[in-house]
């Protein structure tokens, strides 16, 4: 598999104010890809001055990706979520005590929603590569673009996260040190390029780990994918610290979006494993 370049047009937007006064006729909707078991110990960093009495609690939540509709530009997904080998076995084929565990019901791999939606993928933009965002590759077109941030694929481990990316033949990269800083949340880069699609950079669960703000007519959309597991990482001001690549950055990136958000509370956000609020 071959790395290219993720070539981008910097934005001429110089803070979210300007984004949001003009909104794209984009949308965006949500698929059920299975769930995931999580503790809340973890899930909310107890080691934080912040975290209060966080007690040992399994939580069972969703695993998602969106679906990203432009009315000119085409279909889109971002995170690819699960794909069908998950509804017989719940390592997905895998083999390996750091093997994730997922639970997958019928008619809930990415690619049964891509069909019953009847969507022309375009481009798949991944987070990060973690099983729960990336396994549902496996099963979705290969002659598409997929990209990651750069520096996300040198940290990949295919015999935890498995082989998802076989049969890619390129992986574009997204180089964010030359994108636009927008205020509060840091380097961005219009996807599009016209305003309707955003990535942001949000490292701290992973390295290269990207979040997303749809800038559609119904209002704009945050997805902020893990840099919060779930809504209470944002209302408590915690991040997680279960699964996270550096749990300090972890912590700097969730302060941002609190920070954006205060902002813009017209603003919708998304977590990475709770429906959209």
Known sequence: MRLKKYTYRKTKAGNWTEVFQNPCQVTVRSFQTGTVKINRRGTLNPDHPQAGDIREEELEVPILAYWVHHEEKGDFLLDAGLDASYILDPHGGL?????DEFKLGEHENVSYHIRDNNIKLKTVFLSHLHADHAAGVRELPKNISYVV?????????????????????????????QAT?????????????DGSLWAISTPGHTP???????????GPVLLGMDAAFIHENLERGVAPSDYTWDVEMAQDTLEKIIEFLREYPQVRVGAGHEHLK
């Open 208 to 218: 290269g780990h990207i979040s997303f703000l749809v800038n559609g007519m119904e």
């Open 149 to 177: 941030s750069k520096g996300e694929y040198g940290v990949y481990q295919p015999d935890v996260h498995g082989d998802f990316l076989e049969g890619l033949e390129e992986l574009y990269e997204m180089d964010f040190s």
């Open 95 to 99: 083999e390996g005590s750091a093997v």
């Open 181 to 193: 800083e927008l205020p509060h949340l840091g380097p961005c880069v219009d996807l599009l390029g």
